[in-house]
């Protein structure tokens, strides 16, 4: 297995040679990355050379419309989707809202949804929302209150005929543990009701083959993906086939006009190419020619993940040893943990943020819309959680600058 080049990949990020950002180590990236250089030249180009309304006939407008047919194609090829199955709206909370007034179109009256305790809020309320003004009946799927895990027996029971929609998170942006969503899909499946997951926290740790996944509707947000500020989701043929046009009226045959009515800035759907760009090339350094884009995207995942497990394991090792501090979720590095680790203080967690900041460690704290979740786990949402979220791009040196901080400051 090769290993990540961190050069190779700092060098795709304009930010780190930006001289107000120099020394400074970025550890809030679940709440939004630095953009690789691919999607900033694509920006720049479409409104430079293409910002005209898209798809008319003459050739800036040929152009632009050609570039956001190819990040749709290519995006799609990465993610093992179709490209009719994949939808750029403004934000997934935005994407959700549109999703759940289709779903109250489609469901018959009676009908139930399952959403858990352990969601951001965007994949929990607009559902939780049809039970008050829609009369369908919510279940809860919830989460232990020590660890935060979500286990898939306590999903078992609440499944029966009534079930149309399952919504859970992929991984969660406090726990940060990696729940094992092709298992889910298939108990979902089997029980008849369609699947709804949250990959936002997700996707920065190597873009989901969403075919293998099995999830019939998948969402992240491409500006915590390197990427502008988008909301991506993918729905299953089937399922949008059958969801009410959300879009104008006479848009209704056109799968990828039903669910985005408010069809996002087309410079940044173009950009989203740039994503692709950025994957290929990670692929390219890093392995022979080869491999159709699902298995690149495939491999580039691997990659990652295996750089970001091993990148962490100071940082739990060092937290293992600081029995004062809670830490949420996986109390280890390892497969099923993301490198998204929020801490609970005996303090406001943005003021030991702002002490962070006076090192060079640019990190978060609060309850990042992820309410349920820290309530349902005791932490007091006064104070919140310090959040520390590492991607590829961090290094190991920056992480024992992390530690040093957290030992002065905590
Ligand atoms: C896990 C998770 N889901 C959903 C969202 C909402 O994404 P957006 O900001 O694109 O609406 C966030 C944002 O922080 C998140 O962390």
Request: aromatic share 8%.
């Amino acid at each position: 297995m090769n290993a990540l080049d961190t050069a190779f990949v700092r060098r795709q990020f304009p930010a780190f040679r930006e001289n107000g950002l120099e020394g400074q180590a970025f550890f809030e990236n679940a709440g939004g990355s630095y953009a690789c250089r691919q999607v900033l030249w694509r920006l720049e180009r479409f409104y430079r050379e293409r910002k005209v309304q898209p798809y008319g006939p003459y050739a800036a407008s040929e152009a632009g419309g050609a570039e956001m047919d190819e990040a749709r194609a290519r995006l799609a090829a990465h993610l093992g989707v179709a490209r009719d199955e994949l939808h750029f709206g403004p934000s997934t909370s935005a994407n959700t809202y549109v999703l759940s007034q289709a779903v109250r179109g489609w469901m018959p009256p009676g009908s139930a949804l399952i959403v858990t305790n352990q969601d951001h809020e965007a994949n929990s309320g607009p559902w939780r929302r049809l039970a008050e003004d829609g009369g369908f009946e919510i279940r809860e799927w919830r989460i232990d209150p020590q660890s935060g895990a979500l286990d898939p027996a306590d999903l078992a029971p609440l499944l029966d005929e009534k079930v149309r929609l399952v919504c859970f998170p992929h991984c969660s942006n406090v726990v940060g543990e990696i729940n094992d969503v092709p298992a889910i899909t298939a108990m979902v499946r089997a029980a008849g009701a369609y699947s709804c997951v949250d990959g936002v926290s997700l996707a920065p740790h190597g873009l989901p083959d969403i075919g293998a996944l099995g999830a019939d509707i998948y969402l992240f947000s491409a500006y915590k993906t390197f990427g502008p500020h988008q909301g991506i989701m993918t729905i299953s043929q089937g399922l949008a086939a059958r969801l009410p046009n959300q879009g104008h009226w006479f848009n209704g045959d056109v799968l990828t006009r039903r669910f985005t009515p408010a069809g996002p800035d087309h410079a940044q759907v173009a950009a989203c190419a740039g994503l692709s760009d950025y994957i290929d090339a990670l692929y390219e350094h890093h392995f022979r020619a080869g491999r159709d884009a699902a298995g690149r995207s495939g491999r580039v995942r691997q990659l990652i993940r295996a750089y970001e497990t091993v990148l962490l394991e100071p940082l739990m090792a060092y937290l293992e040893t600081r029995r004062d501090l809670r830490v949420i979720g996986p109390q280890a590095a390892g497969p099923a943990r993301a490198p998204t680790v929020a801490l609970a203080l005996g303090e406001p967690a943005r003021a030991a943020a702002a002490r962070l900041a006076r090192h060079g460690i640019m990190a978060g704290g609060g309850d990042f819309y992820a309410r349920r979740p820290l309530q349902a786990m005791g932490v007091d949402l006064g104070r919140g959680v310090l959040r520390l979220s590492l991607v590829h791009y961090n290094t190991p040196e920056e992480v024992d600058r992390l530690i040093t901080a957290l030992d002065c400051e905590l």
